[in-house]
């Protein structure tokens, strides 16, 4: 493993077996002390140029509050026994900008001891580093005093070198399996090594607390500690091509690495990972931190999809004609350029690479010595943009402008300072009416940099690390590596089931969507020709062509019988025929809401129809949204997967083009005026069959307060379809039950008033079976 990594030194504790109790022995002594507080810590200045030096409201209680809790925790550490000379006193507070939610806790800095202010200076400092800009204008507020006393434990110091005094003498030898084959090696007792012995590898060394292989090639040191300094020799003919690290080295070819390969892969997705999981941290809407409504992913310079975590997969395909819009955009003639400072905010789903208007795109460049090496982006599903209802997913919108504030271009942070004036300015003068959640908008765009900002700094680790070679010709070949996988796929298909495929689908409202897919056996080329689909319609199911990009995605990667990257190379062998003004590549002033969260699921449906690869899930996110004046709610609800030829269909989950997670029932009930009434399995829902189709779910919801409340869905007429022999799933149903309680079915789309004591409940359908019954 070592050697793969390229790692040349593995150092082995004599404690190893035992490292973590050992270490425990040696920790330090900690007792903290913390209260919460209320406090101005640091006034901005009117024309918003800094803090005013001259004002310090917290100065006469902040160091009283901060010795008292110190005083408490040194006396804690007394008692257990430790000298009052002993002991270390931190002082922490924990500070945040007026009208933000994330606090980060600053300890007192020797650096700027005797300045003015010096916590200020380090929040600052700290707040760009994790988010990538500065607030300005804005007041700086202390949220708790912290203080934390400590008794430093033992610090291990670097034993002396030791000359060599060669080899031990061996114990034995045993028969032993390396990547050679059999082989007999010599066997050492830990116990008799002495400083200075030497042991080549492979060999096996005993101690009564654990056992250690040592490779082949490699070579053991005994220290002065009697601790293991193993080197690893490097892999055979292994070039050595880091670079750009300032040295005039010469240049080689590099070779794809089948290992290297598999570890790019996986540092690319760890590197989007840690941005989501940056970006939950930090933001604050429900839709974000609880349900993960967002996706991050790299890119290439030109906008090429690298990685992604494996988030939302609607989201994906379409970021990246996002990135690639906005960096056409800002180049073109007449525009300010990109610089080093800049983070873009784009939403609008036909002109910009959107998905629909809720899904806001952040996108941020990474610049290397003056040069844009990658991007990094998120989108997040906002709660509400606007737009004539609350959650601004209307089930009846017909234009794009009635579903919320559309962004075309716009740099939501400019010379590392965020544009909250601007932004603010987009999301609240709307004609339909703005933004119900500012707040929630604010600090989730806010999150949505920071998180773009982490990923930047992962990136340029992974330069320093490997080189600027290494790391852009990687991406390139983890692209290749999936072109190749998708080609190979395809012409496996042709060659058992022929070179043309076909299916067709509809929506409940009669909307064809037809497919036909050309595959050149030889290359491995595919037209998907989606000619007969319906035209765009009076509604909101339209789909941008971005949409469309990512269902294809989305499902050739989950035909490729192997572990790789969903990236831009997928969609390498493949030709997009969609016809204009078709619900799949509408005009750009039509509603297109439901067509990111409806008409996509029913795209991946018929493909994988094509594809013979299973039966129908449920094809529907089941979209549910409440609200008033004040607050928008939005969730995505479950259903049943569809069955396949070795599988039964899972059921009560997300499929397909969502990957979302439902509100927990505790933080649904806390954060909004609902009861959650019933949430559970739709028994029966799913197709029969050889192998049988997931079943959908049940979930009422009653409002606290009087609310509107919508739901916009499908396969409420047509079943999802089964296959091979298998029963469709069951349709789904959505019912208002009114205070007497009767029961009235209010179809697939509707918006409307809810009042106390009524409730609505959502009967999600189930997938379809596979296989004729037994």
Same mark, same amino acid.
């Given at each position: 493993?070592?050697?793969?990594?390229?790692?040349?030194?593995?150092y082995?504790?004599?404690?190893?077996g035992?490292?973590?109790?050992?270490?425990?022995?040696?920790?330090d002594?900690?007792?903290?002390e913390?209260?919460?507080?209320?406090?101005?810590?640091?006034?901005?200045?009117?024309?918003a140029?800094?803090f005013?030096?001259?004002?310090?409201?917290?100065?006469?209680?902040?160091?009283?509050?901060?010795?008292?809790?110190?005083?408490?925790?040194?006396?804690?550490?007394m008692?257990?026994?430790?000298?009052?000379e002993?002991i270390?006193?931190?002082?922490?507070?924990?500070?945040?900008y007026?009208?933000?939610d994330?606090?980060?806790m600053?300890k007192?800095?020797?650096?700027?001891?005797?300045?003015?202010?010096?916590y200020?200076?380090?929040? &600052?400092?700290?707040?760009?580093?994790?988010?990538?800009?500065?607030?300005?204008g804005?007041?700086? $507020?202390?949220?708790d005093?912290?203080?934390?006393?400590?008794?430093?434990?033992?610090?291990?110091?670097?034993?002396p070198?030791?000359?060599?005094?060669g080899?031990?003498?061996?114990?034995g030898?045993?028969?032993?399996?390396?990547?050679?084959?059999?082989?007999?090696?010599?066997?050492?007792?830990?116990?008799d090594?002495?400083?200075?012995?030497e042991?080549?590898?492979?060999?096996?060394?005993?101690?009564?607390?654990?056992?250690?292989?040592?490779?082949?090639?490699?070579t053991?040191?005994?220290?002065?500690?009697g601790?293991l300094?193993?080197?690893?020799?490097?892999?055979?003919?292994?070039?050595d091509?880091?670079?750009d690290?300032?040295?005039e080295?010469?240049?080689?070819?590099?070779?794809?690495?089948?290992?290297?390969?598999?570890?790019?892969a996986?540092?690319?997705?760890?590197i989007?990972?840690?941005?989501?999981?940056t970006?939950?941290?930090?933001?604050?809407?429900?839709?974000?931190?609880?349900?993960?409504?967002?996706?991050?992913?790299?890119?290439?310079?030109?906008?090429?999809?690298?990685?992604n975590?494996?988030?939302?997969?609607?989201?994906l395909?379409?970021?990246?004609?996002?990135?690639?819009?906005?960096v056409?955009?800002?180049?073109?003639?007449?525009?300010?350029?990109?610089?080093?400072?800049?983070?873009?905010?784009?939403?609008?789903?036909q002109?910009a690479g959107?998905?629909?208007?809720?899904?806001?795109?952040?996108?941020?460049? &990474?610049?290397h010595?003056?040069?844009?090496?990658?991007?990094?982006?998120?989108?997040?599903?906002?709660?509400?943009i606007?737009?004539?209802?609350?959650?601004?997913?209307?089930?009846h919108?017909?234009?794009?402008?009635?579903?919320?504030?559309?962004?075309?271009?716009?740099?939501?942070?400019?010379?590392?300072?965020?544009?909250?004036?601007?932004?603010?300015?987009?999301?609240?003068?709307?004609?339909?009416?703005?933004?119900?959640?500012?707040?929630?908008?604010?600090?989730? $765009?806010?999150?949505?940099?920071?998180?773009?900002?982490?990923?930047?700094?992962?990136?340029?680790?992974?330069?320093?690390?490997?080189?600027l070679e290494?790391?852009?010709?990687?991406?390139?070949?983890?692209?290749?590596?999936?072109?190749?996988?998708?080609?190979n796929?395809?012409?496996s298909?042709?060659?058992?089931?022929g070179?043309?495929a076909?299916?067709?689908?509809?929506?409940d409202?009669?909307?064809p969507?037809?497919l036909?897919?050309?595959?050149?056996?030889?290359?491995?080329?595919?037209?998907?020709?989606f000619?007969?689909?319906?035209?765009?319609?009076?509604?909101?199911?339209?789909?941008?062509?971005?949409?469309?990009?990512?269902?294809?995605?989305?499902?050739?990667?989950?035909?490729?019988?192997?572990?790789?990257?969903?990236n831009q190379?997928?969609?390498?062998?493949i030709?997009?025929?969609?016809p204009?003004?078709?619900?799949?590549?509408?005009?750009?002033?039509?509603?297109?809401?439901?067509?990111? &969260?409806?008409?996509?699921?029913?795209?991946v449906?018929?493909?994988?129809?094509?594809?013979?690869?299973?039966?129908?899930?449920?094809?529907?996110?089941?979209?549910?949204?409440?609200g008033?004046?004040?607050?928008?709610?939005?969730?995505?609800?479950?259903?049943?997967? /569809?069955?396949?030829?070795?599988?039964d269909?899972?059921?009560?989950?997300?499929?397909?083009?969502t990957?979302?997670?439902?509100?927990?029932?505790?933080?649904?009930?806390r954060?909004?005026?609902?009861?959650?009434?019933?949430?559970?399995?739709?028994?029966?829902?799913?197709?029969? /069959?050889?192998?049988?189709g997931?079943?959908?779910?049940?979930?009422e919801?009653?409002?606290?307060?009087?609310?509107?409340?919508?739901? $916009?869905?499908?396969?409420r007429?047509?079943?999802?379809?089964?296959?091979?022999?298998?029963?469709g799933?069951?349709?789904?149903?959505?019912?208002?039950?009114?205070?007497?309680?009767i029961?009235?079915?209010?179809?697939?789309k509707?918006?409307?008033?809810?009042?106390?004591?009524?409730?609505?409940?959502?009967?999600s359908p189930?997938?379809?079976?596979?296989?004729? &019954?037994?």
């Amino acid at each position: 493993m070592a050697r793969a990594l390229g790692i040349t030194k593995v150092y082995v504790h004599r404690y190893g077996g035992i490292l973590s109790a050992y270490g425990l022995s040696m920790a330090d002594a900690v007792v903290e002390e913390q209260e919460p507080a209320k406090e101005v810590y640091a006034v901005a200045k009117d024309d918003a140029s800094g803090f005013d030096e001259d004002q310090d409201p917290s100065a006469s209680t902040r160091e009283v509050r901060l010795e008292q809790q110190a005083e408490k925790a040194r006396s804690s550490l007394m008692k257990q026994g430790y000298s009052e000379e002993s002991i270390v006193i931190e002082k922490y507070l924990n500070m945040r900008y007026e009208g933000t939610d994330n606090a980060i806790m600053i300890k007192e800095s020797k650096h700027y001891a005797g300045a003015k202010l010096p916590y200020a200076k380090t929040f &600052v400092e700290q707040y760009h580093r994790e988010f990538g800009f500065e607030l300005e204008g804005r007041d700086i $507020l202390i949220d708790d005093f912290r203080v934390r006393a400590l008794v430093p434990g033992a610090t291990p110091t670097l034993p002396p070198k030791v000359p060599p005094i060669g080899p031990p003498p061996a114990s034995g030898s045993t028969r032993a399996y390396f990547e050679r084959g059999w082989e007999t090696v010599s066997t050492y007792d830990f116990d008799d090594l002495k400083p200075g012995h030497e042991i080549k590898g492979p060999a096996v060394l005993f101690q009564s607390i654990s056992t250690i292989v040592l490779e082949i090639d490699c070579t053991a040191h005994v220290t002065a500690e009697g601790d293991l300094d193993i080197n690893v020799a490097p892999k055979k003919n292994d070039d050595d091509t880091k670079s750009d690290r300032g040295s005039e080295e010469e240049k080689v070819e590099i070779k794809e690495d089948p290992v290297q390969l598999s570890i790019y892969a996986h540092r690319f997705m760890g590197i989007a990972e840690q941005m989501g999981r940056t970006l939950a941290r930090t933001a604050i809407s429900v839709n974000i931190k609880e349900r993960l409504d967002f996706s991050c992913a790299l890119f290439t310079s030109d906008g090429g999809l690298v990685a992604n975590a494996p988030h939302i997969p609607v989201h994906l395909g379409a970021m990246q004609s996002a990135v690639r819009f906005q960096v056409e955009y800002w180049n073109s003639e007449g525009r300010e350029g990109i610089k080093e400072g800049d983070v873009f905010v784009a939403n609008h789903p036909q002109l910009a690479g959107g998905s629909h208007l809720p899904d806001i795109t952040v996108i941020t460049p &990474v610049f290397h010595q003056g040069n844009i090496l990658f991007f990094v982006a998120s989108r997040g599903h906002h709660s509400d943009i606007g737009g004539i209802s609350p959650g601004s997913m209307p089930p009846h919108s017909t234009t794009l402008e009635e579903e919320g504030c559309a962004i075309i271009a716009f740099k939501l942070v400019k010379d590392g300072k965020f544009q909250e004036a601007g932004i603010t300015d987009i999301l609240v003068n709307q004609k339909h009416g703005g933004t119900r959640n500012l707040k929630d908008n604010l600090s989730d $765009l806010r999150a949505q940099v920071a998180a773009n900002n982490s990923g930047i700094r992962l990136l340029h680790s992974l330069v320093n690390e490997n080189g600027l070679e290494n790391v852009e010709a990687y991406m390139h070949f983890i692209q290749h590596n999936a072109e190749m996988a998708v080609r190979n796929m395809l012409k496996s298909f042709a060659s058992t089931h022929g070179a043309r495929a076909s299916a067709i689908d509809y929506l409940d409202d009669g909307s064809p969507i037809q497919l036909t897919i050309d595959i050149d056996p030889e290359t491995g080329n595919a037209c998907f020709d989606f000619e007969g689909t319906g035209p765009q319609i009076l509604g909101n199911l339209n789909a941008p062509p971005a949409v469309t990009y990512s269902a294809v995605i989305y499902s050739l990667r989950s035909l490729v019988g192997q572990d790789i990257p969903l990236n831009q190379g997928c969609l390498a062998p493949i030709e997009f025929k969609i016809p204009p003004f078709s619900l799949l590549n509408p005009s750009d002033d039509v509603g297109v809401v439901g067509g990111n &969260v409806l008409t996509s699921q029913r795209v991946v449906d018929v493909v994988l129809k094509a594809f013979k690869a299973c039966a129908a899930s449920q094809g529907c996110m089941n979209n549910l949204t409440f609200g008033d004046d004040r607050f928008g709610y939005y969730e995505t609800i479950a259903g049943g997967a /569809g069955a396949g030829p070795t599988w039964d269909g899972r059921s009560g989950v997300h499929t397909h083009c969502t990957n979302t997670r439902i509100t927990d029932p505790e933080i649904l009930e806390r954060r909004y005026p609902v009861l959650l009434r019933r949430f559970g399995l739709r028994t029966g829902s799913g197709g029969a /069959g050889m192998h049988k189709g997931g079943d959908g779910v049940i979930r009422e919801i009653e409002p606290l307060r009087p609310l509107t409340m919508s739901i $916009l869905s499908e396969r409420r007429c047509l079943r999802p379809y089964g296959m091979a022999g298998g029963e469709g799933g069951k349709t789904g149903r959505n019912l208002l039950i009114k205070k007497g309680g009767i029961a009235l079915n209010i179809g697939a789309k509707r918006s409307g008033p809810i009042d106390v004591g009524e409730s609505l409940v959502i009967e999600s359908p189930g997938g379809g079976g596979y296989g004729n &019954v037994m």
